[in-house]
C-alpha cells in the first residue's frame, strides 16, 4: 500500500508492506532523495535489523541510548556531532529506525541540522507505525516537560514494514 500525505510544505509517500525495510535504498531513490545518508539507531534495534537496511549507506550508523529518559537535547548534540564529524552536508538524509523516541530526537535533529535536511521513518514498534512517524511532529523533553522542545519537520518518507513487528 502506497499512500500520499499533503502537507502545507508539499506531500510525503508512506509505503507500507512486507520486507518494505529491504527494499529502503530503491524507495528512497524513487523518492529522490538525497544518497548520503546516515542510519539513527539503538544499538538493540540495530542488532535485530541491520541485515534489512543493507546497501543503503557506507556511513556507519548513529546509534543513541533508547527510551524516554534519554528523549534530550544531549542525545541530540550526540547525532550533531556524528554528523559534524563525517562531514555531512544539506544532501544528507537521516533515516530514523526505531520507535518513537528514536524517531521523534532523529526528526528534531533532522529539522534543524542546517536548518533541515530529509528525515525517513522506519518505525519498528507498532505505536510508531500508527503515530508518531507521521505528521513531522518532532522534538525533545526538558527536565520542566515533555516535547516543550520541538518542531514541525515533516518526513520526507516513510517505510512501514510489519515484518520488523516480529522482533518485540
Not at 528525515?119 to 522534538?139: C, E, M, W, Y
Request: charged share 20%.
Amino acid at each position: 500500500v502506497r499512500l500520499n500525505v499533503r502537507t502545507s510544505s508539499g506531500q510525503y509517500p508512506i509505503e507500507i508492506a512486507p520486507d518494505a525495510s529491504r527494499r529502503l535504498a530503491a524507495l528512497l531513490d524513487a523518492a529522490d532523495l538525497p544518497r548520503r545518508r546516515f542510519i539513527v539507531s539503538s544499538p538493540t534495534v540495530w542488532r535485530f535489523h541491520a541485515e534489512r537496511l543493507q546497501g543503503l549507506t557506507p556511513e556507519d550508523p548513529i546509534l543513541i541510548a533508547d527510551g524516554e529518559r534519554f528523549k534530550h537535547v544531549g542525545t541530540v548534540g550526540r547525532i550533531y556531532d556524528a554528523l559534524i564529524r563525517a562531514g555531512a552536508d544539506r544532501m544528507t538524509t537521516l533515516v530514523a529506525l526505531g520507535g518513537g523516541v528514536t524517531g521523534d530526537v532523529a526528526g528534531f535533529a533532522a529539522a534543524t541540522f542546517l536548518r533541515g535536511v530529509p528525515i525517513v521513518q522506519v518505525p519498528t514498534t507498532l505505536l510508531a507505525q500508527v503515530d508518531s512517524s507521521v505528521g513531522g511532529k518532532v522534538g525533545v523533553n526538558h527536565p520542566m516537560g515533555k516535547n516543550l522542545i520541538g518542531s514541525f519537520h515533516p518526513p520526507a518518507a516513510v517505510v512501514i514494514d510489519p515484518d520488523v513487528l516480529s522482533t518485540l
